[in-house]
């Protein structure tokens, strides 16, 4: 089965994160700016991650910890991630979200992410994954063209974002 979610347009921004949110809020109908959906979400800020199970061992990440569910809690309740370590049901999750027209909030580490190349985790990526293709094995989500030189949609073998996560204390993916 294949499915892209009807009326989704995806937005080129400047942060991964603030450009999710602006897009999920475009979808419903909010017109934000991206610097809108930064501040909303309490973006602006800096936090420090030490985990000897990734390499690098140390972070320090520019923006404030959980913009995203901050910005969703200011308008519909309290928001947190919901991180499932089986891989399979996180995936029927969220298929179902997508089969009913929701678009998923996803964090990801670009280390599993082919198109990065990159040799160091980064578990903070947000993207929003907006559809599927289940006979070729892909998921489809759009990441801000200034990344690289890919622009609109993505297409990631369902692999990709299924491969061993580290085993630390870091957050490694998950969705909202």
Same mark, same amino acid.
Do not use: A, E, P
């Given at each position: 089965m294949k499915k892209v979610i009807k009326g989704w347009n995806h937005f080129p921004g400047l942060h991964c994160g603030s450009v999710a949110i602006?897009? +999920?809020a475009s979808f419903y109908g909010l017109t934000l700016s991206e610097p809108m959906c930064f501040g909303l979400g309490s973006g602006l800020g800096f936090f420090y991650t030490i985990? $000897?199970?990734i390499s690098p061992t140390r972070n320090i990440h520019l923006r404030g910890p959980d913009m995203e569910p901050s910005f969703f809690t200011l308008? =519909?309740?309290n928001k947190k991630w919901k991180f499932e370590q089986d891989n399979e049901k996180a995936l029927r999750v969220v298929i179902d979200y997508l089969d009913q027209d929701i678009p998923v909030l996803v964090q990801t580490d +670009?280390?599993?992410l082919d198109y990065?190349? $990159?040799?160091t985790h980064f578990p903070g990526? +947000?993207?929003v994954v907006c559809g599927y293709d289940e006979q070729k094995e892909e998921i489809w989500f759009h990441i801000r063209p200034s990344d690289m030189d890919i622009s609109c949609?993505?297409? +990631?073998t369902i692999d990709c974002i299924e491969k061993p996560k580290p085993a630390s204390k870091?957050? =490694?993916h998950g969705f909202t």
């Open positions: 602006r897009d +999920i985990d $000897s199970d308008l =519909t309740g +670009i280390y599993y990065y190349n $990159s040799k990526h +947000i993207v949609r993505t297409n +990631i870091t957050k =490694t």
